[in-house]
């Protein structure tokens, strides 16, 4: 374990910053411009990876544990959530032959 | 020592008052009456006991204290009680009076549905008048100003399902109303000015300022504007001839003998201040002799047998205001107790009359109702002697009093004076020859129906008519050999004021020579009526037939009423309409209309945000959280 940290810390911190927003920006482009469903899901995924990257390289920088701790939150949290994300993709696929999300715009006043 | 029990005076009639009026519905009507005059009878006996205790002790005033009623910074107000001449004598007027008016009343109201309601608000209104009379600072008396004014509007409304007599009810108290705000506005001054409202604390007081203070000016101008509320003086007389529309006792009660004496107690309760301003007592007596003349000139062609008497008790209040402008205090409360006496038997003798032509008030539509009548006619011929003036009836000594005060103080206010006392001999005797002398002029129903009114209705007759014959006898005066005893009596309540100024003695010739004139004066008017009503049998023309400009004038009260319709009732109309329509209609209701009908505006226009695009939905998202990041950066 002690070589994992020292590797990681070999790395500056700003690169491992600049590395996850870059990840990050990806992310939020593809959940704003793409149009299925799928590849959003996908988007949303590389957000929460950019995040938990960041995550762990503070964590080893600093030497705190809790950041570690927060990871595994994470990706318990998207694990739980693609699950539920997916079968609402199915559902929706049987319905309207599709999984582009501008066919569902009846979520209106 | 009775004077100490003298708070059981005002709660015999609120006694009576909780009785008849919790068991209007069960008590019977026999038993109603009772009570009613019972309790009035008690509080009149505890009274004449008070009366003859204060005049037989050296000390003249004290002060009965109750309990603690309003403790608030520096006001003080305790309920408490004054006993002084001033006091005991009113406590026998309202008390006796009003003890006789109610044994009348058991005859006269006997048909009524609404007896006991009836008795109910005669006791309060006894209860009322009595904490007017006993409060020993202008507060308590302030309760008792209102409480009567309340009552009076109850009673006149009393057969409220005739719209004129419920908005001749109103009309006294919005009147009421208007003079009373005068009254407190003037005990605020009063308070700011001497730190207190007891009268024991503020007169000592004002007794020390010198004379035309600003202050106590202003307090007794708006005390007497309080006065021509109460008291129906110019400008505020019009709803006592409208107050007829109540049953006739409560004419004779309250619209003769009591209520409406008030604000001459008052200003006589307060004569210290009234003394320190000289200003203000000319008004007074310029107010008082003009509605005097104003009255009586209306009186003089009236055909309602209680209009008359209306205008005439107007008239006489004014000579009374008269008497208080001049500095002739006791004159002008002589002429309120003689006033009382006389006043309350000319209105039970035209309820009787009433009563027997089957509530015809017409005059045209009576007379010659001497042979059926005959206990009514002999107690109001004796009624319209006194107030006419001739000697040794009771109003004699008491108006001539106020005629001799004025005279020291300007010729021109006693030759007017007696002018007016002229119009009242007159429209007395008018009233009493149309009524009563001639032949009867009513339908064979009325006439076969005529009949003497029941005891209990000549019995107090009898003895009003008795008191007005001698009650000027309490104070004669020097010049006719009298020992004067109502002014020795009064001495202690005016003396602050007597000895601040220089009383000119006439001399007794003189005094002769006044009296002469003016009871010559009342012969003659009399006479004349004699002759034009009685041996000519004149009668007044009616409603529709032409009249002289003078007497239509007279008859239509001047129009006083339709001048302050147009004056005051018009634009006040015109204004609260204009109100209700622009103001409240455009403003206010546009304000609220207005905001509401915005956010349904901007609501239509905000809605086209949410288009049902996902991609917007998220797109928005993330602008807004980079617009909180760059707020946190830039901010914090």
């Not at chain 2, 519905?25 to 009613?36: D, S, W, Y």
Request: hydrophobic share 55%; proline share 3%; aromatic share 14%.
């Amino acid at each position: 374990m002690e070589s994992v940290t020292q590797t990681i810390q070999g790395v500056p911190l700003n690169h491992y910053i600049l590395f996850s927003a870059i990840i990050f920006s990806i992310g939020v482009m593809g959940v704003l411009i793409r149009r299925n469903a799928i590849v959003i899901f996908m988007s949303v995924e590389l957000m929460l990876n950019a995040v938990n990257l960041l995550f762990t390289a503070f964590s080893a920088h600093k030497g705190d544990a809790s950041g570690q701790v927060f990871v595994f939150f994470v990706m318990a949290l998207a694990a739980a959530e693609v699950a539920v994300g997916l079968a609402i993709i199915v559902m929706i696929y049987r319905n309207t032959n599709s999984t582009d999300i501008n066919v569902l715009n009846r979520l209106k006043w | 020592m009775l004077t100490n029990l003298v708070w059981l005076v005002p709660v015999f009639p609120l006694v009576g008052f909780i009785i008849n009026g919790l068991g209007r519905n069960v008590l019977p009507k026999g038993l109603v009456g009772f009570i009613g005059s019972a309790v009035v009878l008690l509080s009149f006996a505890l009274s004449l006991g008070i009366f003859f205790e204060l005049n037989g002790s050296a000390s003249k005033s004290s002060i009965i204290y109750l309990f603690d009623w309003i403790q608030a910074g520096g006001l003080y107000a305790p309920f408490s009680f004054q006993v002084d001449p001033l006091s005991s004598i009113m406590l026998l007027i309202v008390t006796g009076i009003g003890f006789l008016i109610h044994v009348y009343s058991v005859g006269y109201m006997h048909h009524d549905p609404g007896f006991a309601k009836f008795f109910s608000y005669l006791n309060l209104f006894v209860f009322f008048m009595l904490l007017l009379v006993l409060g020993s600072n202008y507060i308590v008396m302030f309760i008792g100003w209102e409480g009567v004014g309340l009552c009076s509007y109850l009673l006149i409304g009393f057969w409220f399902t005739n719209p004129a007599y419920a908005s001749a009810a109103k009309k006294a108290f919005i009147m009421n109303r208007i003079g009373d705000l005068g009254f407190l506005i003037a005990v605020f001054l009063i308070f700011n000015t001497f730190g207190s409202i007891e009268f024991a604390h503020v007169f000592p007081q004002a007794a020390n300022l010198a004379p035309n203070n600003e202050v106590v000016t202003l307090i007794t101008i708006l005390l007497f504007i309080g006065a021509t509320g109460k008291s129906a003086q110019i400008p505020l007389f019009t709803w006592l001839p409208d107050a007829m529309a109540g049953p006739t006792p409560v004419s004779a009660l309250i619209h003769a003998a009591t209520m409406v004496t008030a604000g001459i107690y008052m200003i006589a309760r307060s004569n210290i201040l009234f003394t320190l301003a000289p200003y203000t007592l000319n008004i007074i007596s310029i107010i008082g002799l003009a509605t005097a003349i104003l009255a009586a000139t209306i009186a003089i062609t009236q055909t309602d047998i209680k209009k008359v008497l209306a205008y005439s008790t107007v008239s006489q209040l004014g000579y009374m205001f008269l008497g208080l402008g001049v500095g002739a205090y006791t004159g002008a409360f002589f002429h309120v107790i003689t006033h009382a006496f006389f006043k309350a038997l000319l209105f039970l003798g035209a309820g009787s009359v009433i009563h027997a032509v089957s509530n015809e008030q017409d005059m045209r539509s009576m007379g010659g109702l001497k042979k059926k009548l005959p206990i009514t006619y002999a107690t109001m011929l004796i009624g319209t002697i006194a107030i006419a003036g001739l000697p040794p009836f009771s109003g004699f000594f008491s108006k001539d009093e106020i005629l001799a005060h004025a005279y020291e103080h300007s010729k021109v206010l006693w030759i007017v004076g007696v002018i007016g006392a002229m119009f009242t001999s007159f429209y007395m005797f008018r009233m009493l020859f149309l009524t009563f002398n001639g032949s009867f002029r009513g339908t064979h129903e009325q006439e076969h129906h005529l009949h003497e009114s029941p005891k209990s209705m000549t019995i107090p007759l009898m003895v009003l008519a008795f008191l007005s014959v001698v009650g000027g006898f309490i104070n004669v005066p020097k010049a006719l050999h009298g020992n004067q005893w109502l002014s020795n009596f009064l001495e202690p309540v005016f003396f602050a004021s007597n000895s601040k100024v220089s009383e000119v003695h006439l001399e007794h010739s003189t005094e002769y020579l006044l009296m002469a004139i003016s009871v010559l004066c009342a012969v003659i008017a009399a006479y004349i009526a004699y002759n034009r009503y009685s041996k000519n049998q004149h009668v007044p023309v009616p409603d529709t037939a032409e009249r002289g400009v003078l007497a239509n004038l007279s008859y239509n009260k001047y129009y006083v009423d339709e001048i302050y319709d147009a004056v005051i009732a018009k634009p006040l109309n015109v204004l609260s309409g204009f109100f209700y329509r622009v103001i409240d209609k455009r403003v206010i209701d546009g304000l609220v209309n207005g905001l509401g009908r915005t956010t349904a505006e901007a609501s239509k226009g905000l809605r086209l945000l949410q288009t049902g695009n996902i991609g917007f939905y998220i797109f928005m998202m993330v602008v807004g959280i980079v617009a909180l990041l760059v707020y946190g950066v830039y901010n914090i």
